[in-house]
């Protein structure tokens, strides 16, 4: 265990951002400090396509992840040399793109005989709290991004309950489908909260999935199927889409997707404070789906009546970055069985609840996540 300051190169490609940063901390400590952190997307490599494709990415990962670490190091004032530890993101994620930055991690760390540390991209961003506001364990997260959603009680830095999730399709995913069927570009989210402003959303009755069920699962694929089905009447009744349906069903959507999320949130606070017996409960959440304003304010107003903390890291941090690598890196350190030489596997799936069976809808190879 090393209990004193450690300067981390954190790297992240698992999706469709490359990421470097630098972060300081004590292992243990709550509280970090982002010396850097730089995010290359990639929307417009993807936005031709209305999402990400695998291939595309992972080239660009690996154009790419050599210039952002220089870049990471030279806003940071330091040096390879400066560095104590790389920490990089090994799973899960889109394989090529996973590779390519376990790759680039390990060709810096044998040279200059480094610790490397593989990371649980959802791990990174289940202890950001930790890093932007020093929170205690335990805490609850509710990460909505565009390829995951799960309530998580983050227990410690390497344990974590998984209280529940969608059974398949993830709201950002939800989000980019919507967007694309009505002809919205891409990322989809921002687009369909855009029209959303100016629709009704009482005029489209849409499905609340699973509502009816105790637990905290969800599900949205369905979502897309009714507003689909409701494009296709309207665009055999008129001949197309008039400025105020999409509008209207863009709105109809949002609201169903925050109706889902705010039901199941405040049941997982509920399991949370039976579970910890705490009274001083946070809320977090993270991924991009947590810049929607509507989602936002219910999840703000759902956390006061249950007398839960609602905390938001900065947006920059809620969606994919290095930083929560970096920080995830500095936590790992201070585990008793801390072992600077493990071997590092990429991993397409990696489940950050080792205990929870796995998700309906997860396919033959298992949970996902
Ligand atoms: O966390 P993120 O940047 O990347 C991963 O998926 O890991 O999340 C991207 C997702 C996309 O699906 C995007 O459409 C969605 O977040 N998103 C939003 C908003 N901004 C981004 N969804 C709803 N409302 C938004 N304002
Ligand atoms: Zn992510």
Same mark, same amino acid.
């Given at each position: 265990m090393i209990d004193q300051t450690v300067t981390i190169l954190g790297i992240e490609s698992s999706c469709d951002d490359t990421a470097a940063a630098i972060v300081r901390g004590v292992p243990g400590v709550g509280g970090g400090d982002i010396l850097s952190s730089v995010v290359a997307g990639q929307e417009s490599l993807h936005a031709p396509f209305g999402g990400v494709v695998p291939e595309i990415a992972a080239r660009a990962h690996a154009e790419r992840l050599d210039i952002c670490v220089q870049q990471a190091l030279d806003e940071a004032g330091v040096t390879l040399a400066d560095v104590d530890a790389i920490a990089v993101t !090994?799973?899960?994620?889109?394989i090529g793109g996973v590779l390519s930055g376990v790759m680039c991690a390990k060709c810096l760390a044998a040279p200059t005989a480094k610790p490397l540390i593989g990371i649980n991209h959802l791990a990174g961003h289940a202890l950001t709290p930790r890093l932007t506001d020093g929170l205690n364990f335990p805490y609850l997260m509710l990460l909505v991004s565009g390829g995951h959603c799960q309530f998580i009680a983050v227990e410690g830095p390497d344990t974590f309950r998984r209280m529940g999730g969608t059974i398949d399709d993830a709201p950002g995913e939800a989000f980019d489908k919507t967007a694309k069927l009505l002809g919205l570009g891409y990322p989809g989210g921002p687009e369909v909260e855009r029209e959303a402003?100016?629709?009704?959303? !009482?005029r489209f009755k849409f499905p609340r999935p699973?509502?009816?069920?105790?637990?905290c699962d969800m599900s949205f694929s369905g979502l897309k199927t009714a507003l689909r089905r409701e494009r296709d009447k309207l665009v055999a009744e008129h001949g197309g889409l008039k400025q105020q349906d999409r509008a209207d069903l863009c709105a109809g959507f949002q609201q169903a997707i925050a109706d889902v999320l705010t039901q199941k949130s405040r049941r997982a606070c509920a399991s949370f404070k039976e579970t910890? @017996?705490?009274?001083?409960a946070t809320i977090a959440v993270a991924g991009?789906? @947590? @810049?929607n304003t509507l989602i936002r304010a219910q999840l703000t107003d759902m956390a006061d009546e249950q007398g839960f903390t609602f905390l938001a890291p900065p947006l920059k941090l809620c969606t994919d970055n290095a930083a929560m690598i970096a920080w995830a890196g500095i936590e790992q350190m201070a585990l008793p069985d801390f072992d600077p030489h493990a071997e590092i596997i990429a991993r397409p799936r990696w489940p950050l609840d080792k205990t929870a069976k796995p998700m309906l809808g997860s396919g033959k190879k298992g949970a996902k996540a």
């Open positions: !090994s799973g899960p994620g889109l402003f100016s629709g009704d959303p !009482s699973l509502l009816n069920r105790k637990d910890y @017996a705490t009274n001083s991009g789906v @947590a @810049a």
